[in-house]
């Protein structure tokens, strides 16, 4: 009867999963976007729910559905009117959906560390959580019931609106073919509001189930709902029922199962493995969802994305100047000025602030290779940190131990190590891009973590690897302004190495196969090649910025340091930095590490990514580079409108039509549009 309760307890577990794939199918159908805030939004409601319930008293009769009718559906609203909708009319390519969903994970999880102070709670229980007899020698609480009922329930109500109601048709109308809906009289923003509301609020019932009675922290809890996303890839992000099989019999009964079975015991035999292998093994158990996730992506040879075109995942992220001649012919004025002020950070900031600005260097190192493979090629990398983690996992390994390699050979062979793993991250990039590559190498950088880095065996666990810090020619490099300097000199090649990739012949190809993968064929590009070639170059760089974060803090902790959790930000803070731009890695590391430190105001770092990346699509070049130049250009604006100006009034002693002419003509042909333009003309018209 034991295996009989486990079934019946996986049917409810596997329930909440069949929920959540449910809600990001339903809306990934309905607008093409992939919700990866779903985690986030699952977690705000969770934690409002045991504030109302747990800390102000409210009864679950008023509480309950306080958290499931009004505070999910009504995230999804505000999202679609705020975030989704301009990003729509702006025809938002899928890198800007990606990064908006993202940014808003971001702001949900600083949300719940600055309200509920991160704090583990225990979530509060919707329903009893004692047990009733299902017959002799089998149990299943309330809870688990209710679960199985109201799962049940959502299920059939959602499939009778698509098949029966009018709501149903108009979803699969404006998922079909949007504009022959809206032509139709179909209202493709109703429809669209309607489904981000159900969908946030199936986020918010998965949160609220999810935490009944568990742990609840903003950090584990987000990471926690990832597990849906295989259950999503399975129904291949369009079949609703397909979804709630995969949640209930595919994750939830086997996860369920398993945790009665020793894997590491071959079947019918005595014989047991030992050592890594039986550790490898039975870490398929907690990170089965990971498998799957990998599995579907590998056999699923062609996923289709819906709302967005093949060619056009990264447009209006990055610059169509990479690989001409004009991105080429760059001042050399900012990069002495910037390499002067780094090489003069260890003078400006104390002795607490330093190891940040270590931090940050080797960041902008690894900031880099997403530079690289995102905004050179147009490939969405989301599994970096784990690239980037086992570069310096190699390197730490090598280090240590009965081979005691010096330092400085273990950081090339550590970046190595990291290409090998990109050019297998490459592989499936020959078949998928845009969502779906994104989706498997966010996979491939789950198994790492989970195989790899969580293994005590070869990682040390939670304890991790000791991380030396290199010398040159007998001269020890371990005090903290000669490592600040050797990581500057190391960024300072990756940073060169980088350039040159995006320069000449190889920078317009990569370019093309950005812009139109159709188009490079036609011209004789070997695809194959350069998407391989620019995942292991980039893997490299990433590599190497690993062992400098792991040298930096003396020890190779991936644990915490390289998780998924970690590569969704990296890739958020990189995007809204600028992605078409190498300065964008220097600036996004800044931001993400050293802002919060210079200016002493905590969170400002997550709080501007976060709002970067929602209003993405209004940002000048989607970008805070873009915003920088712009900046710049209005800091110059003056002088050129007095020029203008002068030039129109000369002009206009002769001919006062011309004059005006001129003047406009003057602002257009350079100058960025300001409030001094609007006195420029109607000075040069009076």
Request: aromatic fraction near 10%; charged fraction near 10%.
């Amino acid at each position: 009867m034991i295996w009989l309760q486990l079934v019946l307890v996986g049917i409810a577990t596997g329930a909440i999963y069949a929920l959540a794939g449910m809600g990001l199918v339903l809306t990934y159908k309905a607008t093409g976007i992939f919700n990866f805030a779903y985690g986030g939004i699952a977690m705000i409601c969770a934690y409002i729910f045991w504030q109302m319930r747990s800390e102000w008293g409210w009864p679950t009769l008023i509480a309950a559905p306080i958290a499931l009718l009004l505070v999910g559906p009504g995230i999804g609203v505000l999202l679609e009117r705020v975030v989704f909708r301009p990003l729509a009319r702006k025809g938002a390519s899928t890198t800007q959906k990606l990064v908006a969903t993202l940014g808003v994970f971001e702001l949900c999880l600083g949300l719940g560390f600055k309200i509920w102070t991160g704090t583990t709670r225990t979530g509060a229980r919707i329903v009893s959580g004692r047990s009733v007899k299902i017959m002799s020698g089998v149990n299943l609480g309330v809870d688990n019931l209710f679960v199985i009922a109201f799962t049940t329930v959502v299920c059939v109500a959602v499939w009778l609106m698509f098949r029966k109601t009018h709501l149903g048709t108009e979803i699969r109308a404006v998922v079909d073919r949007p504009e022959l809906a809206e032509l139709a009289g179909v209202d493709a923003n109703r429809v669209r509001t309607i489904s981000w509301a159900m969908g946030c609020g199936l986020a918010g019932a998965t949160g609220i189930l999810l935490a009944s009675g568990h742990p609840l922290d903003p950090y584990h809890f987000t990471l926690l709902v990832l597990e849906v996303f295989a259950v999503a890839v399975v129904a291949r992000l369009t079949s609703l029922p397909v979804a709630v099989a995969a949640g209930v019999f595919l994750l939830g009964v086997p996860q369920s199962v398993l945790t009665k079975v020793d894997l590491a015991q071959v079947p019918f035999t005595n014989h047991h493995f030992g050592g890594w292998i039986a550790e490898g093994l039975n870490s398929l158990k907690p990170n089965l969802s990971a498998v799957i996730l990998i599995a579907a992506l590998l056999i699923y040879r062609n996923l289709d994305e819906i709302g967005t075109a093949a060619s056009n995942t990264t447009s209006g992220l990055v610059s169509r100047a990479i690989g001409s001649r004009r991105a080429q012919r760059s001042s050399w004025r900012l990069p002495v000025a910037f390499a002067a002020a780094a090489i003069a950070m260890p003078f400006l900031v104390s002795d607490i602030t330093l190891p940040y600005a270590q931090i940050t260097v080797g960041l902008a190192v690894t900031f880099t290779s997403i530079i690289c493979v995102t905004g050179f090629s147009g490939q969405i990398t989301l599994g970096q940190a784990a690239i980037a983690g086992f570069g310096a996992f190699v390197s730490a390994r090598l280090a240590g131990g009965s081979l005691g390699l010096p330092v400085m050979i273990t950081i090339l062979l550590g970046g190595l190590a990291a290409m090998l793993l990109g050019l297998l991250a490459g592989f499936p990039a020959l078949k998928r891009k845009g969502l779906f590559l994104g989706l498997t190498t966010l996979a491939l950088a789950l198994l790492v973590h989970s195989f790899v880095f969580q293994s005590y065996t070869l990682s040390g666990g939670a304890q991790g690897l000791r991380s030396t810090r290199p010398s040159l020619f007998g001269w020890s490099l371990d005090g903290p302004w000669a490592f600040y300097w050797f990581e500057l000199v190391v960024a300072g090649l990756m940073l060169l190495l980088a350039r040159n990739l995006r320069s000449g012949r190889l920078g317009r190809v990569l370019a093309a196969m950005r812009d139109s993968e159709t188009a490079a064929k036609s011209v004789g590009i070997d695809l194959r090649a350069y998407k391989l070639f620019i995942f292991g170059a980039s893997s490299f760089i990433a590599g190497i910025g690993g062992c400098l974060l792991a040298e930096q803090a003396r020890v190779f902790n991936a644990v915490t340091s390289y998780d998924v959790f970690q590569s969704l930000l990296w890739f958020v803070a990189v995007i809204v930095a600028g992605v078409s731009s190498i300065w964008g890695a220097v600036l996004g590391a800044i931001l993400f590490e050293l802002l919060d430190k210079l200016i002493n105001i905590s969170g400002s770092s997550q709080l501007i990514i976060a709002l970067g990346a929602l209003f993405i699509g209004y940002l000048p070049g989607s970008s805070l580079v873009g915003l920088l130049s712009r900046t710049t250009g209005w800091l110059r604006t003056p002088r050129g409108l007095v020029r203008a100006f002068e030039r129109a009034r000369a002009e206009s002693a002769l001919d006062p039509a011309p004059a005006s002419a001129a003047a406009g003509a003057a602002v257009a042909d350079g100058l960025v549009a300001s409030p001094f333009a609007d006195r420029v003309l109607e000075g040069s018209s009076t």
